[in-house]
């Protein structure tokens, strides 16, 4: 499950890039971070909802409080998935194979940061 949604994130993160770059002219920049951002609360929702719907928070406070945690979560996987694919990519490899060892390499780590950090009981 945790991988089906991760999966859906990132169709969300490529239609959100395509669509305000292609028609309405946004910037690459500025697309990819309202892209990412779009596939995270996407992400947390669909997490929520199917991968850890066992782990119910009730009352706003308790939603924000575990979607900042979700937010501290993903920034620090983020940053080690651009210092493996700048890693990488140093070393000669091209950006695609690259980013796709990252994401690999971050899978595990994002989904235990996800299962005792953000979701635990």
Not at 40 to 51: D, E, G, K, M
Not at 85 to 101: D, K, M, Q, V
Request: with cysteine; aromatic share 14%; charged share 10%.
């Amino acid at each position: 499950m945790f991988n089906a949604v991760g999966l859906g994130g990132f169709v969300v993160q490529l239609g959100a890039i395509g669509l305000l770059t292609r028609y309405f002219g946004w910037p690459a920049f500025t697309a990819t971070a309202v892209g990412l951002e779009l596939a995270a609360l996407q992400n947390f929702l669909a997490h929520s909802r199917w991968t850890w719907a066992d782990r119910r928070v009730t009352g706003w406070r308790a939603w924000v409080r575990r979607y900042a945690r979700y937010q501290a979560a993903k920034t620090t996987a983020l940053l080690a998935n651009l210092a493996i694919t700048s890693l990488l990519t140093h070393a000669g490899a091209p950006p695609e194979i690259a980013n796709t060892a990252a994401v690999l390499a971050c899978a595990i780590p994002n989904y235990l940061f996800s299962e005792r950090l953000v979701f635990g009981s």
